[in-house]
């Protein structure tokens, strides 16, 4: 997905690369659904607030494509970034 939208490869830097995902894992701004079977599901969050969330870099495998996973990996995203309790 990277060298397709962004023009470069991660691979050539993979250890950077990895050890910038898993920062961002831990700071709540990558996103992966990782199953048995492998990748699932990613995305990033760029610029938010309170109210609004960029995501980026949403992608789903082509092999995983058409099973309903990207569905349900945004809706579970927004209700973590956007959704609060009510009075």
């Known amino acids: 997905m990277i060298l397709g939208e962004l023009g470069y490869d991660p691979r050539g830097a993979r250890a950077g690369f990895g050890a910038a995902v898993r920062r961002g894992i831990a700071q709540g701004s990558w996103w992966v659904w990782v199953a048995a079977d492998g990748l699932r599901f990613q995305c990033n969050v760029g ?41």
């Open 47 to 87: 610029p938010r607030s309170s109210a609004t969330a960029q995501l980026q870099g949403v992608w789903t495998p082509p092999a995983q494509r058409g099973k309903g996973y990207a569905a349900v990996a945004l809706a579970a995203v927004a209700r973590r970034l956007l959704v609060t309790e009510l009075p």
